[in-house]
C-alpha cells in the first residue's frame, strides 16, 4: 500500500502553537522533510521526535519531488513541515502538492498556526474579509507595480515583510497608492507581539518612534472616503453634540477607520 504525504503546520512564535494530531503525525511519519532541519530540530527535541529529518527548501524542492515519490511507493509516510506556519503558504510545500494532484497521490493537510489568519484577527478587520498576497516581489519595479494593481481592491490586503524592508515597503506603498492606513502586526505569537496602527506617512515621517524588529505582517487598509475627510470637522460635530475630546476622537477614528493616534493629535488643535 502507497504511504500519504501529510503537510503539517508548525508554531509561528510559542512552542505550544501546535495540535495534538500534528505532534502524532510527526511521531509516527517515516520521514520528516523540513525546511531547514536545524531550525526544526528544537522543535522535535521538545515534544521528544525522534523521526528522522531531511531538507526541503525552495531550492531544492524540485529535485527532492521524485524522492518523496519513492519513499510513497515504498509505503513510507511523509510530512512536510516549514520553519513556521502553514506549509505551502509563503513557504515550500506548494510544487509537492502540484505533483501528488498530477499524480493523483493521496495527501492530508492538517490544521493550524498560520501567521495571515491571526494577523486579520488581532487587526480586527471587520467581518474577517481580507485578500492574503503574501511576499511582495524583491525588485523595486516589480513592487510598485504589484501594489498599483491592488489600490482599488474594496477590501485589506495582507502582506509578509521582513523588517530590514518595512521601511522600502511603506516608501513603495506611498509611491503606488499614496497615504494609506498600515496596521503592522508583529511577532505574532511571542513575547513582544505587537499590533501598531499608523499611516505610510506617519510612519514614514517617525520611523525612529518604532519597534523594527522581527516577522511582519502588514494589514493594508482600503481607499475610503476617509481619506478626503476634514477630520477637524468631523470632530468639531462630534464635541458640538456634546461629546468630550477624547470620547469624540475615539468615535472619530473608528466611524473613518483611522488610526486613534492620528485623530487624537488632530483632536489636541481644538
Known amino acids: 500500500m502507497a ?13 505550544e502553537d501546535i495540535t495534538l494530531r500534528t505532534l ?11 525546511e531547514d532541519t536545524r531550525h526544526s530540530r528544537p522543535l522535535l527535541n521538545h515534544y521528544a521526535i525522534a ?14 519531488i521524485a524522492a518523496i515519490l519513492a519513499r510513497l511507493d515504498n509505503g513510507e509516510d511523509v510530512a512536510v513541515i516549514s520553519d513556521a506556519g502553514m506549509p505551502g503558504v509563503s513557504d515550500p510545500g506548494a510544487v509537492l502538492m502540484t505533483a501528488l494532484l498530477k499524480e493523483g497521490r493521496p495527501y492530508e493537510v492538517l490544521p ?23 511576499f511582495l516581489p524583491q525588485k523595486h519595479g516589480a513592487r510598485v507595480k504589484t501594489l498599483e494593481s491592488l489600490k482599488d481592491l474594496p ?6 515583510e521582513a523588517p530590514h524592508r518595512i521601511e522600502k515597503f511603506a516608501q513603495d506603498v506611498m509611491e503606488a497608492m499614496g497615504n494609506r492606513v498600515l496596521i503592522f502586526v508583529r511577532e505574532i505569537s511571542k513575547m513582544y507581539e505587537e499590533r501598531i496602527e499608523t499611516t505610510v506617512e506617519d510612519f514614514l515621517a517617525n520611523i525612529e518612534d518604532y519597534t ?11 481607499r475610503r472616503e476617509e481619506e478626503t475627510v476634514d477630520i477637524l470637522s468631523a470632530l468639531k460635530e462630534k464635541i458640538d ?13 473608528k466611524e473613518w477607520n483611522l488610526p486613534k493616534n492620528v485623530v487624537y493629535k488632530e483632536s489636541l488643535k481644538l
Open 155 to 160: 477590501v485589506p490586503v495582507i502582506f509578509y
Open 51 to 64: 523521526t528522522p529529518m531531511e531538507s526541503y527548501h525552495k531550492f531544492n524542492e524540485a529535485e527532492k
Open 24 to 34: 502524532r503525525v510527526l511521531k509516527e511519519a517515516d520521514v520528516i522533510f523540513a
Open 241 to 253: 453634540e456634546g461629546m468630550s475630546p477624547s470620547k469624540a476622537a475615539k468615535v472619530v477614528a
Open 112 to 134: 493550524g498556526a498560520c501567521a495571515h489568519v491571526s494577523a486579520s484577527v488581532i487587526a480586527n478587520l471587520e467581518e474577517g474579509r481580507y485578500l492574503f498576497w503574501g
Open 3 to 15: 504511504g500519504k504525504v501529510y503537510f503539517c503546520p508548525t508554531p509561528i512564535g510559542n512552542l
Open 212 to 222: 523594527i524588529k522581527g516577522e511582519f505582517a502588514v494589514v493594508l487598509m482600503p
